[in-house]
């Protein structure tokens, strides 16, 4: 099948669903999107008739049967995830699914297990993976440019929280934002987390504490091989989107600063200054939207293996409701006592 | 016009021709190419198919005189500039031509009075100006952020020298690569330059000296208004492409640095370092000609005025030929000098 | 007394007293040292040889005894402290001491009590106050600037463990290095840590885990107004001596970058690249050490309020003693808890 | 007499010589001052009693003609060197003196001629050339880091002009500004140069140009290996003192930064923003002024080689001759010029 186009069908053309049929669309000559579908159909009539894609539906199941699709793009809620994920793993198409899977670990187990059975290329889009910084840092390590990691700081800001009804049906900052540096602090240091320590508050704004959250979490974590990191997020920098991270290693460290959209510097009667940071996750890891799609098409094209798999995809999930049980409880939780529960 | 699509020919299918087609066929939905043509046919053709043009030609008459077309872009060699230019106003057509319009001013001259003549919308391709790195400066001057412009450096750094056959019809070091900058001293500081002194030798490849050239130069700008502006050049900078610009003025300084593909800073037991900035124009660019070309349509689809008119393009070319002059004579030279000859 | 030379004399001629006498014997012209003590006596010869202090002893009390001594300075070791401050306080000689004041907090209170009674100006040594980097962050937060305080992240970190006879003696590295990070942490922030959890392993030397201490720990401090910080230290950096903060807050953030020996980049074939950070404590942070001396003079000779008191001292300890039994316990531990006990 | 301490005299007592006298009473070991002289008698006194010099005198002869004193450092008016050169040097004492010599170059040729005569040291006071910053680039070039000089550009700008009483005086901004980088210009590229084309006007102040100079200049300089090099004055950068400068070479570029009091950045909501750099040549500048003396003493004791010549003080005072005159005539000038006139 390399060697020819591979036939997508898109499920969910919210935000994040139409960045991907773009990029498939526009920009990755080895693929093509046969089919969208989402719950609006009108939504999913629009998003076909921007992007010349031939056929849209309010049916998923359209998408899961088609017998064109060699691929489907789970885009849709994650409460969803699960049934679109057994349809397609039954219909034997490979399989790309935004995160998280699931908010719920039986859930996911039960989706990951069909995905085994059916032996299809699964990949879980944690696009910071793909991200050219990220990426740096984490070659910095595999290289051995900075020796055996140590410590990991990672800093995950975002410009302005969400809508408050968005909060109160998103789980949770620690799976709705934290999960992103879940992921990504296994993946810079190379190894697992097996007890994190969260702590966190609303001091961004009281109304998102009166629905149960915090928008303000600072979290320990310590690695099986003794390394430490620590993870501070914010829903609120005023200067943009703060996104950098450092790891520092027997040999060295390696650390990323924000991305800016120029690199003009200013100087006056009163200060040297520069531009904000670029401003919206959609702009600043745009490219790594793309990343990620180029290689989820080439590796369903090879039949595998998948550069996120879905097992990969479970342990930032496991993180998240060990950060929550550790805030609640104000004491260590192990990963191993959420596996147990 | 301004509700309909606008549709446009290209003549020149080589690399930036390229460039600029995937940029209008992929990403600017108010343009379409309808035809291309390259003098060799089959370029034409394979531009044609990857990107769903419906038709290729190896006759540029084709494309000027093409009844649907309302816009020729220009792509084609230098010394066929004129021609395709003077088809193309005589039928009527905005014109987007790529840079320099002519390297001989009497030619560019009846050029410009063809597309005057015609009032079409005329736009020359200096696509530094749409960069987010310069265009900052120049809002800087322009907003009052510095003051008044008194000192302006510029420096401009290929990563390796074009091939010997290249420089060998390349015009010289002045008229190939100065150009830009010439072009980009009067963007940046907003006056006229009415006296350079340009010096310079063949310091990276003797090779380049035989060929009558040179491959390193620095030139002095006297502006009308009192400013002084010095350019940098060189054919090798072996650490990449090398783009950065100082503006010095009454009330501070602006200056820009290069681009990086990453923003990741490594200590390790011997220096703090990082990778090397962006190696090719094209990367180090992209935007750049995606946003002149949109702001062309725009132009075209409103009838006008161009962001950078042909009158402008001639400027730096009266520069280049000043510098040439100023180099061969070892004293400075007036840009009136050069119109009076 | 403002108007008149204070007089000191001071206790404990090795490296750091002898930094001090350097700076009051040579830069500070309200002050003169009239006598200096250490235990090894032909030390305090040589330091008086060197700086042109007319007495030398290796009695202490004969310092605190001397008739024309305004104020003593504490250099000698740590468990020597409590008896000297004792002798000088009952003297009624102001005192700087070094840090810390003691290691069991029932003989800091010994000792301040002596000082409260004695009414003498009493300023501890954390120097780091002083250093423009950390005093720019202070401002930032004291000014406004950035808002209210919400998270801190601390780097601190050696270039090179000290010698395995030191580490046995210094009461391992919550004590001996953290301490200094302790204060920064309240003096940055500006509110009191109520609870911390400390984490930490040998992993640069396993000799030092054979030795009881560690060389590597990361601590997350929770403050009573709701801010969390982390503290990441390390025995050894291999790039030079790391001193990092940022304080992010409701209104931005401030953050500090290392010092250096010069500015200068090199850009070549393979990299973009600096020369390492300052290497040495020493070097680092002489001016802090010479302004803090600056202000304890002045403080003296106004007779108070000192700019860094004993209460002040005393807190870090505190915070040592509370990591120590956290990272012991493997839980979050409160300095109540401390206090208790 | 490398085994005992150098005895110095001072000429001069302004703030240049003071600077250098607190330096060699307060931090070099190996020198003493003992006898200081200023045509004001009370500031000669002033200054012994601050910093115990033994003499104190209005007559610079009982300085070069002290039985004790082994060097003279002259920090007087530059039309006075001339004659404490010729006494010093008559006296056999070795020579620090502040740049230039004399602003005629008959008058130097005289002064020169007398101490290789009188075989002692002779050292001029270009205290850039002992700047952490600029000795790590000459450093780079020796050190085959950045391969061959092709092109140098240095920036050199005060945060405010000197009084117009100053400026009358001062011989204008070539002689009393420009020559620092001209001298900076030979020692960072290791060449001669040849030719130079001076521009500049006063865009700063009109008072300025109103008293036959400038306070803004742009200064081309063509060295005879081939490198150009660039120099960018102005009497007021609204910044601070700014101090910068790039070689770029066929294997690579060095290039530094300004100084800043403090690393510190701190983001806002409308701006990333650092503090101005230092803003006063004697703190930006101050450790230079040290390693020049400590230098001039060290050569002084072992009797030479000088670390910077009097030949070497001469020629940046023809390149001022130089571009004054190539600013008056509008053309390029070639050092050879000046030395036939």
Same mark, same amino acid.
């Given at each position: ?9 898109? &499920?969910?053309? *919210?935000? @994040? #669903?139409?960045? $991907?049929?773009? %990029? !498939? ?115 910095? &390590?595999?290289? *051995?440019? @900075? #020796?055996?990691? $140590?410590?990991? %700081? !990672? ?187």
């Amino acid at each position: 099948m390399e060697d020819r186009i591979l036939k997508l069908g898109l &499920v969910g053309a *919210g935000r @994040i #669903g139409r960045v $991907h049929a773009e %990029h !498939l669309q526009r920009h990755l000559a080895g693929a093509a999107l046969v089919i969208v579908a989402d719950a609006h159909e009108a939504v999913a009539r629009d998003c076909a008739a921007r992007l010349q894609i031939p056929e849209a539906t309010a049916d998923y199941r359209r998408v899961t049967d088609h017998p064109d699709v060699d691929a489907v793009l789970i885009c849709s809620p994650t409460d969803t995830h699960l049934e679109v994920i057994l349809a397609a793993a039954a219909a034997g198409k490979h399989i790309f699914c935004e995160k998280p899977i699931d908010s719920d670990l039986g859930r996911i187990d039960r989706a990951l297990a069909a995905v085994r059975q059916a032996q299809v290329v699964f990949q879980v889009g944690f696009n910071r993976r793909f991200d050219a910084n990220f990426r740096r840092v984490r070659r910095a &390590v595999v290289d *051995g440019e @900075i #020796g055996t990691p $140590h410590q990991l %700081h !990672l800093i995950s800001r975002d410009p302005a929280p969400p809508p408050l009804s968005y909060i109160r049906q998103s789980g949770g900052i620690f799976t709705d934002m934290t999960i992103h540096d879940f992921d990504m602090a296994r993946f810079l240091v190379g190894d697992e987390v097996v007890r994190l320590y969260a702590t966190g508050a609303a001091l961004v704004d009281p109304k998102i504490g009166e629905a149960g959250d915090i928008d303000t979490a600072t979290i320990l974590l310590e690695f099986a091989q003794g390394a430490v990191g620590v993870i501070e997020n914010s829903r609120r920098a005023v200067y943009g989107y703060d996104q950098r991270v450092e790891v520092f290693g027997s040999g060295g460290s390696a650390r990323i600063d924000n991305n800016y959209p120029n690199t003009a510097i200013l100087s006056g009667a009163k200060m040297v200054r520069r531009d904000l940071p670029l401003n919206f996750f959609m702009e600043r890891y745009l490219s790594s939207y793309l990343l990620e799609m180029e290689q989820f098409v080439e590796a369903a094209r090879r039949g595998g293996p998948s550069p996120l798999s879905g097992e990969e995809g479970r342990i930032p999930v496991v993180m998240a409701i060990a950060a929550r049980k550790s805030w609640e409880l104000k004491r260590p939780v192990t990963l191993a006592e959420i596996e147990r529960s």
